[in-house]
């Protein structure tokens, strides 16, 4: 390992890295007080240009230190981009790219293993993340065709407006399944008129708010597990090799020392 790559995996050097992407991320919220800008903006953007030349300092030296080997990890990309997009000038009809330097925040999920270690178990849970979304979706439309047959035909104007058409009813029982406001403003007004329709929407809030999203915690922490289960047997099995060429060399001095007794033996 070379020097510059050793500086920039040295835990101090990644610590002051985080230190200021966190100075960097109050900056940033500062900026948005009016008041507070008119008195100290000069300093405020000074500082924040600073820690910005430092981000590209430190890019710069990932780059010396692993050349093309720094674009193999996606978090090295993440790195860049970020950094590439704050570098845009925020004048002129790319001043909405000023607004952009607040993702230099989420370079925290780079650079903070623990947050690196959620991040790819999302990615990782997408699969299974969608297979549930699937079966949500088909949840989802059975039960609003349901309601738009039962409780659309209502002659009550309320009804009309909550299930009236297919489209108004996904978006009730998106409204139901989020749980806002759906006992005053949903299920009240249809007890009116179908009083054992509580039975429906508890039947679907269970389904859909409770079951689907302990599905998903599942799939998640599933996925962490893994990637926690991944990370042990790459550390014990870099642990087993240097266990191996330390006994090789054991060997090696052991062999060494009884071809010499064998030879002071003769």
Do not use: C
């Amino acid at each position: 390992m070379s020097r510059l790559q050793a500086l920039v995996e040295h835990p101090r050097f990644t610590f002051a890295i985080t230190a200021l992407i966190l100075v960097n991320a109050a900056i940033l919220g500062l900026e948005t007080d009016d008041a507070l800008m008119a008195k100290h903006g000069t300093l405020l953007h000074m500082l924040d240009k600073a820690i910005l030349g430092v981000f590209v300092l430190e890019l710069v030296l990932k780059l010396a230190a692993y050349r093309l080997a720094f674009f193999r990890s996606g978090w090295n990309w993440f790195d860049f981009i970020i950094i590439g997009i704050s570098l845009v000038p925020a004048s002129g009809p790319l001043a909405v790219f000023r607004a952009l330097r607040v993702l230099r925040v989420l370079r925290l999920l780079s650079v903070v293993p623990s947050m690196r270690r959620v991040v790819s178990a999302l990615l990782q849970a997408i699969p299974g993340m969608a297979s549930i979304l699937s079966v949500l979706l088909i949840i989802y439309y059975v039960a609003a065709v349901l309601a738009t047959q039962i409780f659309g035909h209502a002659d009550d104007p309320k009804l009309q407006e909550l299930f009236g058409d297919i489209g108004s009813s996904m978006f009730t029982l998106f409204q139901l399944m989020t749980l806002e406001g759906w006992s005053e403003g949903i299920a009240m007004p249809t007890m009116a008129v179908f009083p054992w329709s509580w039975v429906f929407f508890v039947v679907f809030i269970v389904v859909t708010s409770f079951a689907v999203l302990n599905l998903f915690i599942g799939v998640i922490v599933d996925a962490m597990n893994i990637i926690h289960d991944r990370e042990d047997h790459e550390s014990g099995g870099l642990t087993m090799h240097e266990d191996i060429i330390a006994m090789r060399r054991e060997l090696a001095d052991v062999k060494a020392l009884l071809e010499q007794q064998k030879a002071g033996g003769q």
